[in-house]
Every structure is written in C-alpha cells, then in structure tokens.
C-alpha cells in the first residue's frame, strides 16, 4: 500500500469514527417509517354498528356513533318531519316513534349497504304498528360519516303517503 493510500484510508477511518461518535454514519440512510396510526373506521362500518344498535335497543352505543351536533332529515308531511339538529333532537324523535307504535317500530331489513366518500346510503325495511293502521315501508337512508361518527343522515321514503298517514301530524 502507498503512503497515499495509507492516507485515504486513515482519514476515511477518522471521518468514519468521528461521524460514529457523533451519532451518525456514512452507511445509507435507511428510510424512516412514521409510527402507523389506527387505521379510521371504515364509514360503512361505523352505519353498520350504528344500525345494529338501533335494533338492539342499545341506546348508549346509538349515542356513540352520533355526532352531538348530527343533522337528521324526516321527509314528509307528519308529526315526525323536519330537521333534527341534534343527537337529543333525534333521541326525541325516537321517544315519540316508540310511544306512537307501543315500541312495535323494528328494522325488520337492512340490504344494499353502498359507500361514496363520507356517505353511506342503506335501503331499510320498517315495520310498525299503531292502533289504526300498520306501517311496513322501505326507506333509502344516506349517512354522512366523518372521523368516525354519524354528523347527517337524509331518510327518503319509498311511500311517503303511507308514512304520512301512519304517524300523523
């Protein structure tokens, strides 16, 4: 070996313990990997709990998934439509709903659970009955999910006549 190389290979010796010892190294730089966070709840997921838990009465996990402030729109003509502008609007709604059916009111089916962005739109089948009348429909609910909670949800009614007249004004 060459005086010249005996050089080089010092000082590369030198650079490389310095560099050691100063916490860093001249091997390539290995890509850093952010700390993966939870991955979200998928938006159908979060209707899907929620519409579960509607069925089985399970008021606390409902009041989960809706946001405080949840935007709930009742077609129709009735005693029921109009804007819910809160979680306790639409628990209200909800009292009135089982007081109105003596707590017949059920999803009876829950199919054609579709996804777009933040929406979820769900065909429903209910059923219900009052003292005069029985409720059997299919509604279209569209959902609006964002980080994890329900903040709107639009119900579209396939026989808004028929809703009309079961629950009155």
Same mark, same amino acid.
């Given at each position: 070996m060459t005086r010249r190389q005996r050089n080089r290979t010092g000082a590369a010796l030198a650079l490389t313990t310095l560099?050691?010892?100063?916490?860093? @190294?001249?091997?390539? $730089?290995?890509?850093t990997v952010p700390p993966t966070a939870p991955a979200p709840i998928a938006n159908a997921t979060v209707v899907s709990n929620f519409l579960a838990a509607v069925q089985r009465g399970d008021r606390a996990q409902v009041a989960a998934l809706l946001h405080?402030?949840?935007?709930?729109?009742?077609?129709? @003509?009735?005693?029921? @439509?109009?804007?819910?502008? @809160?979680?306790? $609007?639409?628990f209200a709604m909800s009292a009135r709903i089982h007081e109105h059916t003596a707590r017949s009111y059920r999803i009876t089916d829950i199919s054609a659970l579709s996804t777009n962005g933040s929406s979820v739109a769900v065909r429903l089948h209910f059923s219900a009955a009052s003292p005069v009348m029985v409720l059997d429909v299919d509604n279209i609910d569209v959902f609006k999910v964002q980080d994890g909670l329900i903040t709107e949800v639009r119900v579209h009614s396939a026989n808004l006549y028929h809703e009309n007249a079961f629950w009155g004004n």
């Open positions: 560099l050691t010892l100063a916490g860093t @190294s001249l091997a390539p $730089a290995q890509p405080p402030n949840v935007r709930w729109y009742q077609p129709g @003509s009735n005693a029921l @439509s109009g804007l819910k502008p @809160s979680r306790e $609007a639409v």
